[in-house]
């Protein structure tokens, strides 16, 4: 089992982090996640034997590291691989983010959880959070999801959200059924999962990373509110 760990990093359950329930796990260090290098990720096993597999494709397929060469430069290439490597600097940019990691993650979930308080006191608005007590979120975003009469409100309420500068996206745009790849090639009921489609084809998705002031959860709130009083009149 390969855990899909893009949005995860401090998400816990049970108080293991997430990565280490399977055999292996995929991170992101893409600009707009937790930690970021810039770009790239990690990939994580408890398999010796999977780790090795993988230096030697993320690396062109070379059969020896530097430090086993006896002679600098030479090397075989027994089996077809790519460049998948880090470089130097985005190693160096995720490691000096390591160390404010704890401080990243609190200031998301204070974030979160204001934004949340302040969204509560509004009709028709329902936040996909976590009830499980095992559960620690990492808080990438807030989503809210609109309901009753504000349903079909969501694009225009992300126009008039952009119009105020407030960044908004959308986790997912299409539930994986209704995404032509996976539609055309297992067939799959999209009316068999409509918890997803409601979601999907409902939600707005805030930020709430570290970079935001509590002035502008409040800026973020007063005009989320003041859209949508005026687009349900």
């Known amino acids: 089992m390969i855990e899909d760990c893009a949005l995860a990093v401090g998400t816990r359950y049970g108080g293991c982090h997430a990565g280490?329930?399977?055999?292996?796990?995929?991170?992101?260090?893409?600009?707009?996640?937790?930690?970021?290098?810039?770009?790239?990720?990690?990939?994580?096993?408890?398999?010796?034997?999977?780790?090795?597999?993988?230096?030697?494709?993320?690396?062109?397929?070379?059969?020896?590291?530097?430090?086993?060469?006896?002679?600098?430069?030479?090397?075989?290439?027994?089996?077809?691989?790519?460049?998948?490597?880090?470089?130097?600097?985005?190693?160096?940019?995720g490691r000096s983010q390591l160390t404010r990691i704890d401080e990243i993650l609190l200031r998301r979930s204070e974030n979160f959880t204001a934004l949340k308080q302040g969204l509560s006191l509004l009709p028709n608005i329902r936040v996909l959070d976590s009830t499980c007590r095992k559960a620690i979120n990492s808080h990438y975003s807030l989503t809210l999801v609109l309901e009753n009469e504000l349903k079909s409100y969501r694009n225009e309420v992300i126009g008039q959200l952009k119009e105020a500068g407030?960044?908004?996206?959308?986790?997912?745009?299409?539930?994986?059924?209704?995404?032509?790849?996976?539609?055309?090639?297992y067939g799959y009921d999209s009316d068999r999962y409509p918890t997803a489609i409601e979601n999907s084809d409902h939600s707005i998705a805030?930020?709430?990373?570290?970079?935001?002031?509590?002035?502008?959860?409040?800026?973020?709130?007063?005009?989320?509110?003041?859209?949508?009083?005026?687009?349900?009149?």
């Open 166 to 185: 407030i960044g908004t996206s959308i986790y997912y745009p299409q539930p994986t059924p209704r995404m032509t790849y996976y539609r055309n090639k």
């Open 206 to 233: 805030l930020p709430v990373g570290p970079h935001i002031e509590p002035d502008d959860i409040q800026y973020i709130l007063d005009q989320t509110s003041e859209i949508l009083v005026e687009v349900n009149q």
């Open 20 to 93: 280490l329930f399977g055999d292996a796990a995929c991170f992101s260090f893409y600009p707009v996640k937790h930690l970021t290098c810039g770009e790239g990720g990690m990939f994580a096993t408890r398999h010796e034997d999977v780790a090795v597999a993988v230096n030697k494709l993320r690396a062109f397929g070379v059969d020896r590291k530097h430090e086993e060469r006896s002679v600098p430069g030479m090397y075989d290439v027994p089996q077809l691989g790519l460049n998948y490597r880090m470089s130097e600097i985005q190693a160096a940019l």
